[in-house]
């Protein structure tokens, strides 16, 4: 679990970056909670985007795959969300 200030550091990290993960009217599957678990151990901090034809809510859809990755959801913001999980080989972000 995140603090307040672990997760305003994140959120200041997340704004410059682009999504790099969609969800689309499929909605989470089993390669897309793949590739978001490769992808989370490779940069720990991500931002995924769900699109127009997704037909579940932004703040579900993060909620579900953070908890399906076993990751903590930093931040939603419209259809964009944020989610950190430390790598577990090779740590890159320092929380304060």
Known sequence: M????????LRS???EMDP?????KGGITEALVTQT??????????KCRVL????????TVAEELAEQVQADL???IGRNFI??????NKP????P
């Open 74 to 76: 930093v931040q939603v």
């Open 92 to 95: 890159i972000i320092v929380l």
């Open 37 to 46: 678990e490769e992808t989370l151990e490779a940069r720990e901090l991500i």
């Open 20 to 24: 790099i993960i969609q969800v689309g």
């Open 13 to 15: 990290m997340g704004n």
């Open 52 to 59: 127009q034809n997704c037909p579940d809510e932004p703040k």
């Open 83 to 88: 989610l950190y999980r430390a790598s577990r």
């Open 2 to 9: 995140l603090t307040g200030k672990q997760k305003g550091y």
